[in-house]
């Protein structure tokens, strides 16, 4: 009766319910954009690895590079306002897209993902600064586990709609549908509750000295340091087979290309199912806990699936990944809201961003290079291998119970 009151006080949150909403939209978009891309550009290349590689990519690389500068300036920003904007940006970036797909070469579908993942990194912090700001703490791990649950259903639905949208219409009605779910997104934001007020400082910092802080703040946290080394090693594991799964579909289970939308799917149910397990164990099991387990759970299935070539076993252990993840991404966004202050949870998110995206960017760069020299089964290996080094960093702090050592003022002790 507790968690269930509990949950419809959440609810009936003006800022949660805005705030998911948006977010229904921007995953509808996203996914329609992701999978078409992938298709078109397949069809394109005649399954060329390189250019799929290059996908990623271009998702993924302006993050690496603007996660810290979009931090930053999140938390110098009026956060409704900034998130705003970066949708309705990313809508008109979208459509000026499609209208040179229209006029020019195809490859210009690659500067749909950089523009709107460049926007995002302005908008993801400033997301996270609300949530620390209209989220009472007691509710933050509840918050996370129901936006991933709703990022969970697109990884069923996304694939399926992005899919016939795009065997049924073509690229430049998937790409225009993304333009218009950016603007929807951008409406809905408009009922957050207004940006509070800042007092102006004593003393007014340039964005250079906001930006050494950040890193200050960070180095001076022992816990802080160490999880943003897990997070490159995670993103090492996950960047290295992010490209390599359509592969694994065509090449080592030797089914058509468009059964990756059931591989994904399956994943995708698990993800459900695993959310709804890290929200009953929210209460019982830390976060770093919960990292651990996610991590040494999926350092198996990555190996399992990176040597099967049976159809039932793959997709068992594409089950069990996904029923891990939600463990994985609600106990790092909790972790990052619980370890900093609200004037810094932009700067530390900004931080930890890059470390995570550039060991993935780094692997996905050289995932088509390692998968013909070291083959794809062998690639997955060397995943799951970065996934335990990852658990070995952390694992002191798994075995500690009460976190001792100093952290920075301000900063909460591991709960």
């Known amino acids: 009766m507790n968690q269930q009151s509990s949950f419809k006080e959440f609810m009936s949150n003006r800022f949660v319910r805005a705030i998911l909403l948006s977010g229904l939209f921007l995953q509808l ?72 797909l229209l006029f020019a070469t195809w490859k210009v579908v690659f500067f749909a993902m950089l523009i709107s993942s460049i926007l995002s990194q302005f908008s993801q912090p400033s997301g996270m600064k609300l949530f620390k700001l209209h989220v009472p703490e007691s509710q933050l791990q509840m918050g996370m586990s129901i936006y991933q649950t709703i990022i969970a259903l697109f990884v069923i639905l996304g694939p399926v709609i992005g899919a016939f949208v795009f065997q049924q219409f073509g690229i430049e009605l998937s790409i225009a549908i993304t333009g218009i779910m950016f603007i929807l997104s951008a ?25 050494a802080q950040g890193f200050k703040y960070v180095k001076k946290n022992k ?131 890059p470390l995570f995206m550039g060991g993935m960017v780094l692997m996905m760069s050289l995932a088509g290079l390692l998968k013909a020299l070291i083959g794809l089964g062998f690639s997955y290996q060397l995943s799951a291998f970065f996934m335990v080094i990852g658990v070995l960093f952390i694992l002191p702090f798994v075995l500690d119970r009460p976190m001792r050592g100093k952290v920075t003022p301000g900063v909460k002790m591991l709960k």
Do not use: H
């Open 29 to 100: 978009g996203i996914w329609v954009r992701n999978f078409s891309v992938l298709l078109f550009v397949m069809e394109q290349t005649n399954e060329d690895p390189f250019a799929v590689s290059l996908i990623s990519v271009a998702e993924f690389a302006p993050i690496f590079i603007f996660s810290l500068i979009g931090g930053t300036f999140a938390d110098r920003w009026k956060p409704k306002k900034t998130m705003i904007w970066c949708d309705l940006l990313s809508a008109l970036s979208v459509f000026l897209v499609l209208f040179t």
């Open 187 to 211: 409406g809905v934001l408009t009922f957050l509750p207004k940006d509070r007020v800042e007092e102006k400082k004593e003393v007014e910092t340039t964005v250079l000295e906001e930006f």
């Open 223 to 353: 816990f802080l340091t160490i999880l943003g080394a897990n997070f490159f090693v995670a993103g090492l594991a996950i960047g290295l087979i992010q490209p390599l799964g359509i592969f694994i579909v065509t090449e080592q289970l030797n089914m058509d290309k468009e059964f990756i939308q059931w591989f994904m799917a399956i994943n995708g149910v698990a993800m459900i199912i695993g959310g709804g397990i890290a929200l009953a164990l929210s209460k019982k099991v830390t976060p770093i806990r919960m990292l651990a387990a996610g991590m040494i759970v999926n350092a198996v299935m990555i190996s399992i699936i990176g040597y099967s070539e049976i159809v039932w076993l793959s997709l068992t252990a594409q089950f069990f990944t996904g029923l891990m993840l939600p463990a994985i991404q609600i106990s790092i966004s909790t972790m990052i809201l619980q370890n900093a202050e609200e004037a810094f949870v932009g700067r530390v998110n900004g931080i930890m961003t």
